[in-house]
């Protein structure tokens, strides 16, 4: 029995993804590689793109293939370490980072400069912008027409508002001086990382997988070719942004000469190409691309929270989820920032390395032992590279010594040969157990 549905649909769905997976970080992190890549800017983008587009599609990839959430990518592991892997990755893009990030970001480049009493009017914005979040996500089921029919369109036209002033009459030339020091690929790819969409495509695969059983697909190969071309509609619609946001940045040298980082750089420049009204319009596009993407994060959680602890329900896990967000949403983007870093040095290449063992898992003879025996020497140099970030002398110690060794340690992927050099002796031998689940 055929479950397709109309191309509209699929178009909407992809949308929505597009509009979930764009928010604060997307928004702010390419100015800046702009800026300081200057003539390394291609070498740098395409770092970029590889870790904030081309992960992200393979985590949405993995999904559709896989056919259900986060606990289908874990069910070779331990319970316990699924667990723990769901709590600290939900966590992460939920409550504690990612979500209140959204909420500080749309603040601090819409209404902050508004408000006199910037600590008061923070407060009342996050109460506002959580609010509006929470109204959205108890009703799952019109994802796709509160999201992928009515607010992704409006962000898209402010976009190429945007996008037509930055290409048609860029403020400066090119940078010709580049700020990076080291290897201008490997910068951008761990700029890459502070997008958080890897991480975020293993929870919002589920999310578009649910929107497309709600518009009737029931039938298997076309839930996962559904899901594939929402994830293709949204990494064109990514890659779009970031290239031009990037070109925007490197440009911006007259403009702002130095910038601390990309919020700032987005606000001169937009300001300058439109005047006051620019302000507005980046406000509008800014608040748009957070409020969907927070959204997107606390359905998820809901979703997931539901599922493993189900006392409180999804609308339950919902209301908590955004109360944490708005309170956390108060401690600034630069206090929040200290600890994500650190904290995404531990948790992405996990991540990663869980979405490559995904989309090989059905040509694995044993993927109990393949899982096991890859992930664990990933987690233990990701966590050691993670603490050393973060000040932790000892681990300072063994990730400048002994880690040093590694291949590309230098470039944040030293757990890659550890990785794949467990991946491969775990190829060795064993029984085809699981292949049939595959």
Same mark, same amino acid.
């Given at each position: 029995m055929s479950s397709s549905i109309k191309a509209a649909d699929v178009t909407a769905v992809g949308l929505m993804t597009f509009?979930?997976?764009?928010? *604060? &970080?997307?928004?702010?992190?390419?100015?800046?590689?702009?800026?300081?890549?200057?003539?390394?800017?291609?070498?740098?983008?395409?770092?970029?793109?590889?870790? &904030?587009?081309?992960?992200?599609?393979? &985590?949405?990839? @993995?999904?559709?293939?896989? %056919?259900?959430?986060?606990?289908s990518f874990t069910r070779d592991l331990p319970s316990w370490v699924a667990m723990v892997v769901g709590l600290v990755l939900y966590l992460s893009i939920g409550p504690l980072f990612a979500a209140p990030r959204t909420g500080i970001v749309a603040w601090e480049m819409s209404f902050a400069g508004a408000f006199p009493d910037a600590e008061y009017g923070q407060m009342i914005y996050s109460i506002a912008f959580f609010g509006v979040t929470l109204l959205l996500c108890l009703f799952p089921g019109r994802l796709i027409d509160n999201i992928g029919k009515i607010i992704?369109?409006? $962000?898209?036209?402010?976009?190429?508002?945007?996008?037509?002033?930055?290409?048609?009459?860029?403020?400066?030339?090119?940078?010709?001086?580049?700020?990076?020091?080291?290897?201008?690929?490997?910068?951008?790819?761990?700029?890459?990382?502070?997008?958080?969409?890897?991480? @975020?495509?293993?929870?919002? &695969?589920?999310?578009?997988?649910?929107?497309?059983?709600?518009? !009737?697909?029931?039938?298997?190969?076309?839930?996962?070719?559904?899901?594939?071309? @929402?994830?293709?509609?949204?990494?064109? !619609?990514l890659a779009a942004v970031y290239l031009t946001l990037a070109y925007l940045g490197a440009t911006s040298h007259s403009v702002i000469p130095g910038a601390e980082n990309g919020a700032d750089?987005?606000? *001169?420049?937009?300001?300058? $190409?439109?005047?006051?009204?620019?302000?507005?319009?980046l406000g509008i596009s800014i608040t748009l691309a957070c409020l969907t993407?927070?959204?997107?994060?606390?359905?998820?959680? !809901?979703?997931?929270?539901?599922e493993v602890l189900p006392m409180l329900g999804y609308r339950g896990w919902v209301i908590l989820c955004t109360l944490v967000s708005a309170l956390i949403a108060n401690v600034g983007l630069t206090q929040l920032l200290e600890v994500t870093i650190p904290a995404l040095l531990i948790i992405y290449p996990f991540a990663i390395a869980l979405i490559l063992l995904a989309l090989v898992r059905g040509f694995l003879k044993s993927p109990i032992k393949t899982y096991m025996m890859t992930l664990l020497p990933v987690f233990v140099v990701g966590l050691v590279d993670g603490?050393?970030?973060? %000040?932790?002398?000892?681990?300072? !110690?063994?990730?400048?010594?002994?880690?040093?060794?590694?291949?590309?340690?230098?470039?944040?992927?030293?757990?890659l040969a550890p990785g794949l050099a467990g991946f491969m002796l775990s190829l060795a031998g064993g029984s085809k157990e699981n292949l049939a689940e595959a």
């Amino acid at each position: 029995m055929s479950s397709s549905i109309k191309a509209a649909d699929v178009t909407a769905v992809g949308l929505m993804t597009f509009a979930l997976f764009l928010g *604060a &970080g997307n928004m702010i992190f390419p100015p800046y590689l702009g800026q300081v890549a200057g003539p390394d800017l291609v070498v740098a983008i395409l770092g970029f793109l590889l870790t &904030g587009v081309g992960l992200p599609l393979l &985590g949405v990839i @993995a999904t559709a293939r896989l %056919g259900g959430g986060l606990s289908s990518f874990t069910r070779d592991l331990p319970s316990w370490v699924a667990m723990v892997v769901g709590l600290v990755l939900y966590l992460s893009i939920g409550p504690l980072f990612a979500a209140p990030r959204t909420g500080i970001v749309a603040w601090e480049m819409s209404f902050a400069g508004a408000f006199p009493d910037a600590e008061y009017g923070q407060m009342i914005y996050s109460i506002a912008f959580f609010g509006v979040t929470l109204l959205l996500c108890l009703f799952p089921g019109r994802l796709i027409d509160n999201i992928g029919k009515i607010i992704t369109p409006m $962000l898209v036209l402010v976009l190429l508002a945007i996008a037509a002033g930055v290409f048609l009459f860029p403020l400066g030339e090119l940078g010709t001086v580049t700020g990076i020091k080291d290897s201008a690929f490997s910068w951008g790819f761990q700029q890459g990382y502070q997008t958080m969409d890897t991480l @975020a495509s293993l929870a919002f &695969g589920i999310v578009i997988i649910t929107a497309l059983r709600q518009r !009737g697909v029931t039938d298997k190969n076309e839930m996962t070719r559904y899901t594939i071309t @929402a994830g293709v509609i949204a990494a064109v !619609g990514l890659a779009a942004v970031y290239l031009t946001l990037a070109y925007l940045g490197a440009t911006s040298h007259s403009v702002i000469p130095g910038a601390e980082n990309g919020a700032d750089i987005l606000t *001169a420049y937009i300001e300058g $190409l439109y005047g006051s009204w620019g302000t507005v319009l980046l406000g509008i596009s800014i608040t748009l691309a957070c409020l969907t993407t927070s959204v997107g994060l606390m359905t998820a959680c !809901g979703e997931y929270f539901s599922e493993v602890l189900p006392m409180l329900g999804y609308r339950g896990w919902v209301i908590l989820c955004t109360l944490v967000s708005a309170l956390i949403a108060n401690v600034g983007l630069t206090q929040l920032l200290e600890v994500t870093i650190p904290a995404l040095l531990i948790i992405y290449p996990f991540a990663i390395a869980l979405i490559l063992l995904a989309l090989v898992r059905g040509f694995l003879k044993s993927p109990i032992k393949t899982y096991m025996m890859t992930l664990l020497p990933v987690f233990v140099v990701g966590l050691v590279d993670g603490l050393a970030a973060s %000040g932790v002398t000892w681990a300072a !110690g063994i990730s400048e010594g002994v880690l040093s060794w590694l291949p590309l340690h230098a470039d944040s992927l030293g757990w890659l040969a550890p990785g794949l050099a467990g991946f491969m002796l775990s190829l060795a031998g064993g029984s085809k157990e699981n292949l049939a689940e595959a």
